[in-house]
């Protein structure tokens, strides 16, 4: 049930941003044709806890990451190190490294999260994949 909100949360903040498609010219299409693009969005985690993610991409600061927020990057095909990090030192988040690879034309969706489990102490940073159909 929660990762089904997970999914739908993600699928709405999607929906819910501008997008649109604009013309452009042949040549400059077909170069951006062989790009592919990651999608890394943030679900609201613990309620009440709010605070933003340092998102680093092959260490590299790519932004901060706040609940119900995108990141949107097109990416040349490869493989890639993602870390996410909350910088907020009194809370004691454990930081996560997702490693993968994205190809041309792909779209890759991510979700970040900050969950706690059963008998654990403190709470951790986790990314999931979105399976689209």
């Given at each position: 049930?929660?990762?089904?909100?997970?999914?739908?949360?993600?699928?709405?903040?999607?929906?819910?941003?501008?997008?649109?498609a604009s013309p452009q010219l042949l040549n400059v299409a077909s170069k951006a044709s062989d790009h592919g693009t990651?999608?890394?969005?943030?679900?609201?985690g613990i309620h009440g806890m709010f605070g933003r993610f340092t998102v680093i991409l092959n260490d590299k600061v790519l932004g901060m990451l706040g609940e119900n927020q995108i990141i949107k990057k097109r990416l040349t095909p490869g493989r890639y190190t993602l870390t996410i990090r909350d910088d907020v030192e009194y809370r004691k988040?454990?930081?996560?490294?997702?490693?993968?690879?994205?190809?041309?034309?792909?779209?890759?969706?991510?979700?970040v999260n900050?969950?706690?489990?059963?008998?654990?102490?403190?709470?951790?940073?986790?990314?999931?994949k979105v399976k689209r159909d």
């Open positions: 049930m929660v990762s089904l909100f997970k999914i739908f949360t993600l699928i709405f903040m999607l929906v819910s941003n501008d997008v649109g990651l999608l890394l969005g943030r679900s609201t988040f454990l930081g996560t490294k997702v490693r993968f690879s994205i190809n041309s034309n792909q779209i890759k969706y991510l979700i900050s969950e706690k489990k059963a008998f654990d102490s403190g709470y951790r940073i986790v990314v999931k």
